[in-house]
């Protein structure tokens, strides 16, 4: 069955550093979108993707960065890892622009 | 610009008793209309959607939600509730078109927990 899995699960890193979350999908969807999840805030937007090598900025795009080099895969970086972005981590994606989105199991990050 | 309010944080309702969990939207442009539902630990599944025809929509687990243009309206609503609809909702618009097309904003959330 097609799907869409994150890695790693859980993650703790220090200040400073740079981390990279992995989203891979297997539905050949062209269009991915990666949120942030934090009470009391819902789901933001970060940095969405409509293609190989197309990466939009969303309304909480500063510190993260992506690429898109194939259709199956949208890593986030966080270049250089703030205690403001301790939060849980949800990629997605979708067949067409304006509708459903599938969303990955998330990934738990923890900036000490 | 576009927004969406969830009007309820939580939401706690008896077992076998009904539900209604409301979403208010705003957009300067024509907008597809979801819910989603997320269990503890898990990523977000899609409950339903609108987005065109008839104002009453049906999802799965036997929720169902009307929209109304006039009020910018998308509720949420189950006739009779589990005890394993506990989680939290949200309600989310896609813009439709233009160039902003596939831009998405969604609400806080609602929890909501159904008590024996």
């Known amino acids: 069955d097609a799907e869409i899995t994150q890695s790693p699960r859980h993650k703790i890193t220090e200040t400073g550093r740079q981390v990279t979350l992995a989203c891979h999908q297997t539905w050949n969807h062209n269009n991915m979108f990666w949120y942030r999840q934090d009470l009391g805030h819902g789901l933001r937007l970060i940095h969405y993707?409509?293609?190989?090598?197309?990466?939009n900025k969303g309304e909480v795009s500063d510190g993260y960065s992506v690429s898109r080099s194939n259709t199956e895969d949208l890593p986030l970086t966080l270049e250089s890892a703030a205690s403001s972005q301790t939060s849980v981590y949800f990629c997605a994606s979708s067949r067409d622009r304006a509708n459903e989105q599938f969303f990955g199991p998330g990934t738990r990050l923890t900036v000490l | 610009a576009q927004s969406v309010t969830q009007l309820d944080s939580q939401v706690p309702v008896f077992e076998e008793a009904p539900v209604e969990l409301r979403c208010n939207y705003s957009?300067?442009?024509?907008?597809?209309l979801f819910w989603y539902v997320q269990y503890p630990n898990q990523g977000l599944q899609l409950l339903l959607k609108y987005l065109s025809g008839s104002t009453l929509v049906k999802g799965i687990n036997g929720f169902e939600a009307e929209f109304n243009k006039s009020q910018t309206s998308f509720h949420l609503r189950k006739p009779s509730v589990h005890i394993s609809d506990t989680a939290e909702y949200f309600c989310a618009v896609i813009q439709a078109w233009g160039t902003n097309a596939g831009k998405s904003t969604f609400g806080d959330g609602t929890t909501l927990t159904v008590k024996p």
């Open positions: 957009s300067s442009v024509s907008v597809y």
């Open positions: 993707s409509y293609g190989v090598h197309d990466t």
